[in-house]
């Protein structure tokens, strides 16, 4: 039957610190994190379908270095780390970002699956952090799938990540090999949720294999 | 090191005399398969087996004549596990030399005795190496290396479509159709299909389809097992055949339009009643058998017509009336405090769906009346820019067209197109004039 040839796509964020801390090690583990990430949703037919990849850096300032695109069409950017941690701008960037790329649901037809975001940081963020989220958090919390908010390092603040999400995760560790096991378990994730068949049943949550003995929920309560 | 390939020929007794760079290449040509070896030939002389190679070798001797005395203390020397000697001969070789020959190379690994070739001809020069190709295949892979293996590549990304263990003990068939010459000249058509995810998994497919006829009433039923649900297409198949049939078993001789809602509620309850009695037979929790439920009853008069119906969870039951007029008898399902959750039938006591329960009067016949499950009015979105051209349509085209006993696999096929990004089980229940 020929039906009209529009997509329900979900999209992805992936908000990547590149702050002067992730130099070296952690800068390539990451780039090569997301290039996994996009290797192994090319190789998973659902996830080829309706995945839409998004990457959004943030140092000196934020920047969506990917625009949301098909994992067909998605680019995986260059990296590079330096600078300071402006975590407040990421967020209001993301906010920008979903206004424009989100297709909502509209009469007589559903939009885009809810987003899924995965943020990672391994400091202290350096702006003013709190207005972009409590504004983000006004205008778009309850609209999002899932927001992941991996805290590495012994730097870190998860408290500041909690005000963010409840879906805090902890690492000490920043080796390569953690990192890899934490976009390991971000690709799976994605890959778990796109293939989710029912419509109304996949609007939020995220389904999401267990977690490497590397990383722990970090959770205030 | 691979093995350096040694060929010796006896320049002796030829018409004309062979030609070294020819040999070399036909040598190399055959060697292309076998592995990346270099070959040298060279003429017979007096020297020649003080001037085997010293690296490791596989030689090959054709001989015409018979050898300069003084040779045997040499090869014996040059002979050993690295250095392979195999002899040819044309029939001027002397017998003497072959037996000695014979003799020094019969322990070496694949050991052959010399190979006699017919007449002094290039032809035969030819076979000459393929009989040597022949032993060299043979020293593989002990003394020849291997091949390099094929070079690895990534499979593009694809779907498979792996069948659903039929041995289950509740196995239902991965595509089904059905159909039913109905009352008052209608005909009913059932088609469902399983979907992406479930044909790429070897899963069930979860969606179900019945259909029920009386003299007076023409009953369709669909339902969408939810994918969460492990016995999902138990819950899916009990709801539609258990309704469809106690509305069948209780509808009246002479029915009158007020027996319509009682009789959805009937099919209800049936449907209901049955997930419950299967989960505490089994011991199962009910939520395995979590499915939808769109169940309608059509009641055609002479020039009018009744219609009850019910549903609950996703999917859309529209109908089309003689004047092309289209009517959606469903709205789309979803949970009013946008929770996400999917609405089941066990997800809220019987009255609640009891009440859901409608009976539309037309005072015209209905051309046709579609029940699908939301794998299929998903893929209508937005409903009132596609149903008519592409549901209704395609449905007079390329269904409605045939008899009644084509018009299943038709339907089928109808409802089995590929589409990016729509993965879910498809079931369509249409009920025609016809």
Known sequence: MNTEDYVRRRPVYLLLDTSGSMRGAPIQAVQQGVTMIHQELLNNPHALETVYLSVIT?????????????????????????????????????????????????????????????????GAPTDDWRPAVAEFKAQRGSKIGAFVALGCGTNVNTETLRAITNDVLYMKDTSPDAL????????????????????????GGLESPPLPSVMKWDRST | MPPLLHLIVDPRGWAT???????????????????????????????WAAELPQAAAVALLILARPLADGWQAALQAWLDDQHLLYIAFFDGAALDDLRQLATLTAAQPVARAPHRLAAQTASQLNAALTWFEGVLKKLQPAFLPEPPPPP?????????????????????????????AGAQGYSLIGASYRGRTHAHQGSFRDDAVALGVTPHWNILAVADGAGTATLARIGSNLAVTSAVEAIRASAPDAPTPDDLGRAVWVGLEAAYHALFNFANAEYLPVGDLNTTLQLLIHFPLETSCYVGVVHVGDGLVVAEAVDG??????????????????????????????????????????????????GLSSDLEPYDELLQPNLFGALRQRVLCYPLPLREQALLSLISYERRGSFDDRTLAVLART
Do not use: C
């Not at chain 1, 890899?180 to 029912?198: G, H, L, M």
């Not at chain 2, 593009?156 to 196995?171: I, K």
């Not at chain 2, 089941?344 to 046709?368: C, G, H, I, M």
């Open chain 1, 58 to 122: 943030f140092a000196d300032s934020a920047q969506q270095v990917a625009r949301l695109a098909s994992v067909e069409d998605f680019k995986p950017p260059t990296l590079r780390a330096e600078g300071q941690t402006a975590l407040g701008a990421a967020i209001r960037l993301l906010g920008h970002a979903f206004e424009r790329d989100l297709i909502p649901n509209s009469e007589g037809r559903k939009g885009d699956y809810r987003p899924l975001v995965f943020l990672l940081t391994d």
């Open chain 1, 180 to 203: 890899k096991q934490f976009f390991r378990w971000v690709s799976s994730s994605i890959q778990k949720t796109s293939q989710r068949i029912e419509t109304i049943a996949t609007e």
């Open chain 2, 17 to 47: 005399p062979p030609d070294t760079e020819m040999l070399s290449a036909l040598l190399q040509a055959r060697l292309r398969d076998l592995a990346p070896l270099s070959a040298q030939v060279q003429l017979l002389d007096e020297r």
């Open chain 2, 152 to 180: 690895v590549r990534l499979a593009p990304t694809r779907w498979r479509n792996l069948p659903s263990n039929q041995q289950d003990a509740y196995a239902y068939p991965d595509w089904l159709t059905l159909s039913a």
């Open chain 2, 325 to 374: 007029q289209i009517y959606s008898l469903t709205e789309p399902d979803t949970d009013p405090n946008d929770g996400g959750g999917t609405l089941f039938l066990t997800s809220a006591p019987l009255n609640q769906w009891k009440r859901r329960a409608k009976v539309y009067q037309f005072d015209e016949r209905l051309n046709l009346v579609a029940l699908m499950t939301d």
